[in-house]
């Protein structure tokens, strides 16, 4: 450990791996790589009283950007593990007080454990300093965040690792950011729903388990972006998916046009596609620096393109596209590109090598040219319809027909569909089958297609309707873990503590084959005292087991569900379709039937915005299905026979 003025290092990452200078970062060569981890982080967490109370502050070298964070977490320190996961970074500051050369703090032999190949930097506690950091940021931030300041001004811990991350790169980094040139951003947990490392692991959202080099994933799905720009911030929402439901239906609502507009559609992805990465370009131009000739060329390039993309975006009808449109009527872009041109001549541009672009044939025939090819467009749109839908969001988890995102695009056969209803009612429900029968899959599609509503993408199924989830907690899929000594039964128990002393009555909970690490007897017994506790929730939460035993619960509890994987045997013995069938027995039908009419009202009363005819007859529906189900408790009357 070598002593250096402003830091100790603490901790060297596996390999030769050399933090570059954020002047040197961009070349010519390199302006659109988006691949390679680059995120600087500063940990602070609060001393005595304040015990648990974390402060992060983050800088991409590629990106002007300063993102802030706080918030309370627990003994274990999941969010801050799931935080840093998600920003992947490249080298980690916290305070030396905290490090080995401290009294080495639990949170930092968490973030050591977790992340071995990131170099971590110890930098002197008395550069964590609130005030200075709060000065920084009034020096920094571009006026158009300057509303951050009302924001942070009480996030002491955010600000004092902004301070230690901003003294960090002029001192070590040799870097200093020009005045009123960084955005400034802050980032509650409350603001985004949390999966930690091991769900997005369990669901594959970024990262395939088998080869981690495979676009076999969620984020491999739904990546069509044309930017590195674009591609970095689709990666962070689906680790990150929204809460606020605002939010997503503006998002939602941009998809909706693009997918009804096939000239805006073509035209904006065809502008989008010749920026460069504009976040890296402009890390570089704000730093008090000179500046290379191709960097310069490279910004006039991108403000060139602001005039077509202007163009393409201003007959847009949804809020955010028009935003979008309206923040690109700044006349400072002309005003900046007449002072370029003043030095840089008309002719100079920048030059991609060989591209060849790819000819939309099917669109470039203007509409009611030719009757046949419109045909063919409303076949198209009617088409994309059946492929995705639009999610609604209420308080229930209904999913008509869905199907597993990553299975659909990788099999060579269309998956098969299943659909789920999941609601305050029938909020448990317990899954049995045999093995090979799909459970594991239903489990992944249903939490998949929840990540997917909630970051404002379409959903593979014929209708769907989410609630918003806090939190989505999977325990998938256990083995022994070596690096931590861990048998496969310790792992289970871990996870599985994780889960409850974190779920909440917003929570999406997904739990497959718990207590197989152990006896039959005891993982009976693991389950069903896991079961009893999760049922004190209103969290949605789907268990698949192998134990029959706990399909009595359903007896026990009304908003207990059993449902059951059928397998169905063909001659070829080739496939096996995955079904859902439901079993119970008929004194539990008949509680249930009272139980979900009596919820259906209670939901009706709270959400329905029918008129009184409407809403008569949907109540005169309900009284039907309520009717139906006693009679389906109830079972066929026998009849009387004569010998």
Same mark, same amino acid.
């Given at each position: 450990?070598? $002593? ?20 040197? !970062? ?15 982080? *500063?940990?602070? +967490?609060?001393?005595? !009283? ?19 964070? %706080? ?41 050591? &454990? ?25 020096? !920094? ?49 409350? /603001? ?6 091991? =769900? ?6 970024? @990262? ?62 065809? *502008? #989008? ?22 960097? $310069? #060329?490279?910004?006039?390039?991108? !403000? ?34 007449? /002072? ?24 470039? $025939?203007?509409?009611? #040219? ?27 988890? *209904? ?13 060579? %056969? ?30 992944? %599609? ?18 769907? =309707?989410?609630?918003?989830?806090? %939190? ?19 792992? &289970? ?54 134990? @029959? ?22 001659? =070829? ?13 008929? +004194? ?56």
């Amino acid at each position: 450990m070598r $002593v250096t003025g402003l830091v100790v290092k603490a901790c060297e990452p596996e390999g030769d791996q050399i933090l570059p200078l954020v002047s040197n !970062l961009t070349t010519s060569s390199s302006v659109s790589s988006a691949t390679v981890a680059s995120v600087i982080v *500063a940990v602070v +967490e609060g001393r005595g !009283l304040a015990r648990g109370e974390i402060g992060i502050a983050s800088i991409d070298l590629r990106c002007p950007e300063l993102i802030l964070s %706080q918030f309370p977490d627990t003994g274990t320190y999941a969010k801050v593990v799931t935080k840093l996961h998600i920003l992947t970074p490249l080298e980690i500051l916290m305070p030396d007080t905290a490090s080995d050369k401290g009294k080495g703090t639990k949170l930092f032999g968490l973030i050591t &454990e977790n992340f071995r190949n990131v170099a971590f930097t110890a930098v002197q506690r008395k550069y964590f300093n609130e005030r200075k950091g709060l000065e920084y940021i009034q020096q !920094l931030c571009a006026p158009e965040f300057s509303t951050v300041l009302m924001e942070v001004q009480a996030k002491y811990y955010c600000l004092a690792a902004a301070a230690a991350l901003l003294k960090y790169f002029e001192f070590i980094q040799n870097s200093v950011y020009a005045p009123k040139s960084l955005k400034v951003s802050f980032r509650g947990s409350e /603001q985004t729903a949390m999966i930690d490392s091991t =769900s997005a692991k369990n669901l594959e959202l970024v @990262l395939n388990n088998r080869d981690p080099r495979s676009d076999h994933t969620l984020l491999g799905v739904l990546n069509y972006t044309k930017t590195p720009g674009g591609s970095r911030r689709l990666r962070s929402n689906v680790l990150e998916p929204l809460l606020d439901t605002d939010t997503i239906n503006t998002r939602l609502d941009s998809v909706q046009e693009l997918l009804q507009d096939e000239e805006l559609f073509f035209g904006l992805k065809g *502008a #989008i596609a010749r920026f460069l990465d504009i976040d890296q370009l402009l890390s570089v131009l704000v730093q008090l620096a000179e500046a290379k000739i191709m960097h $310069v #060329i490279n910004l006039k390039h991108t !403000l060139e393109l602001v005039a077509p993309l202007k163009a393409v975006l201003k007959n847009c009808q949804t809020p955010l596209l028009k935003a979008y449109c309206s923040s690109l009527e700044d006349n400072r872009f002309d005003i900046i590109l007449e /002072q370029i041109k003043t030095v840089i001549n008309d002719d100079t541009s920048y030059t991609k090598g060989s591209l060849n672009m790819r000819t939309q044939k099917c669109y470039a $025939v203007r509409p009611n #040219i030719n009757e046949f090819l419109d045909i063919a467009r409303r076949a198209y749109t009617e088409i994309v319809d059946d492929i995705a839908v639009r999610p609604e969001f209420t308080d229930t988890l *209904a999913i008509k027909q869905g199907r597993h995102p990553i299975l659909e695009r990788i099999s060579g %056969q269309q998956p098969i569909s299943n659909s789920s209803y999941i609601s305050e009612g029938s909020n448990f429900i317990l899954i049995t089958g045999p093995n090979m029968s799909g459970k594991s899959t239903y489990l992944k %599609q249903v939490a998949l297609c929840q990540v997917m509503a909630q970051i404002g993408s379409f959903v593979p199924a014929e209708y769907a =309707s989410f609630r918003i989830a806090d %939190q989505i907690f999977t325990r998938i899929g256990v083995d022994d873990d070596f690096e931590t000594n861990s048998s496969t039964f310790m792992v &289970e128990m871990k996870e599985i503590s994780y889960i409850i002393h974190n779920a909440s009555d917003r929570s999406l909970i997904i739990i497959d084959e718990l207590g197989r690490g152990t006896s039959a007897e005891e993982g009976i017994g693991i389950c069903h005292a896991v079961c009893e506790f999760l049922l004190n929730f209103r969290a949605f939460t789907l268990f698949a087991t192998h134990f @029959l035993e706990l399909c009595q619960l359903e007896a026990l509890y009304p908003n207990v569900e059993n449902h059951h994987m059928g397998v169905t045997l063909t001659r =070829s013995a080739s496939s096996n379709a995955e079904k859902e069938k439901q079993q119970s027995d008929p +004194e539990a039908l008949k509680h249930r039937a009272v139980y979900h009419l009596a919820t259906r009202l209670l939901q009706a009363a709270r959400n329905s915005r029918l008129d009184p005819d409407s809403l008569r007859i949907y109540l005169k529906g309900l009284k039907k299905r309520y009717q139906a189900e006693l009679r389906a408790a109830e079972g066929p009357v026998p009849t009387n026979t004569e010998d």
